[in-house]
């Protein structure tokens, strides 16, 4: 039997964005956390303009490197444990278009929408206007590559009843370099100074992790299903 691939990806599409509505909880944990803990630093520091503007890119990466984390753990454990992510595979789709489809449908619910707020807490953070425009192309591609980065501990720990802490700890040091990159590129946008070296490094970054990362992931997944 032939399997429309375009047609399959479009209908998985549709069912993880309506099962990602459908859980409010899931949706709104990451970015109500991203909203928190940025918006806590300007209450519990001087209001100082310069001091929140020097923290600024730190604070806005970190808080957004740990609410992805926070619903990355359940992207293929739920279609695992009721046997979904198996029926899908029977199917006949391949396992690295529903990767890449699931993986893009968790950005687009959790990782898109801290870049649409973020211009809310870059005004708590006392962020000019003038670099909102690099901050959230920034942000778009480090959770676009977290995403990726996620998938890989979700599928490695899918089997696992408490594998939260071991995805922590396998995605946080790979997430590194975004983090580092990341807060450059905000930082030297707020000071006017080029932020285009650091931009390029992040888009190599999520290139990098779009190519390989679905090969890892579907990898990891076909281990769990044998």
């Not at 454990?77 to 046997?83: C, M, N, R, S, V």
Request: proline letters at 4%; aromatic letters at 6%; glycine letters at 8%.
């Amino acid at each position: 039997m032939t399997v429309n691939i375009s047609a399959a990806a479009a209908v998985i599409l549709q069912r993880e964005l309506l099962l990602g509505f459908r859980r409010p909880d899931q949706l709104l944990q990451p970015l109500v956390f991203f909203l928190i803990v940025t918006t806590l630093f300007p209450l519990a520091l001087s209001a100082q303009l310069s001091l929140l503007r020097d923290m600024a890119p730190g604070v806005l990466w970190v808080s957004a490197l740990l609410a992805s984390l926070l619903s990355i753990d359940v992207l293929f454990k739920g279609d695992a444990d009721d046997g979904t992510l198996e029926q899908l595979v029977l199917s006949g789709v391949p396992l690295g278009v529903i990767v890449i489809v699931k993986t893009l449908a968790h950005w687009l619910v959790s990782g898109a929408a801290l870049v649409v707020v973020s211009p809310l807490v870059a005004m708590a953070l006392g962020i000019p206007f003038g670099a909102f425009g690099t901050m959230m192309l920034s942000l778009a591609l480090g959770t676009l590559t977290l995403s990726w980065l996620g998938a890989i501990g979700a599928a490695l720990t899918v089997g696992l009843r408490r594998g939260s802490m071991l995805l922590s700890l396998i995605v946080l040091p790979l997430a590194s370099p975004l983090l580092i990159f990341g807060a450059s590129a905000t930082d030297r946008a707020i000071t006017g100074s080029g932020s285009a070296g650091a931009l390029y490094l992040l888009a190599a970054l999520c290139v990098l992790t779009s190519t390989l990362a679905p090969l890892a992931i579907a990898a990891a997944l076909r281990i769990t299903l044998e």
